[in-house]
């Protein structure tokens, strides 16, 4: 068991390098902190999207549609990991892999844009967008 963990843990923080921009240092223990916040988002997905399920029926505000807890990618300001919750029809939500996140800048620095884009990949250079999913929540991990 602890083979796997750490065989899967080391191919996260292989595939999670390619959310970093070339051109910013990082270090191994930058890479081990978005490897590990992704295996945790993988690993409570599940409990995740029940939770934000249940916290949004209670306050009035459910859906009828299907929803899944999937990583964010941000990209703009540094390579960044976290996680969404995406709503839409069954087949659409399954195709979605993560979301992507870009950040720019409005109008000189006023304004602070964020894009949220569901997507059919992990990786952040290969993806299609998936047409017809929205994101209905976003969370934040803790380090």
Known sequence: MKKKFIAGLLVLC?????????????????????GGIGFVVDKFSGPLNNFINTL?????????????VVPIITLGSGGYIGAAQVTGPQDLVDRTESVLQIEGNFNGKQFRVKALIPIDSKNPVNFSRVQGVGVSAEIDVKI
């Open 56 to 68: 949004t029926f209670k306050h009035g505000a459910g859906t009828d549609y299907a929803t899944k």
């Open 14 to 34: 292989f595939l999670s390098v390619a959310a970093v921009p070339a051109t910013q240092a990082f270090s191994l223990g930058d890479i081990l902190k978005v």
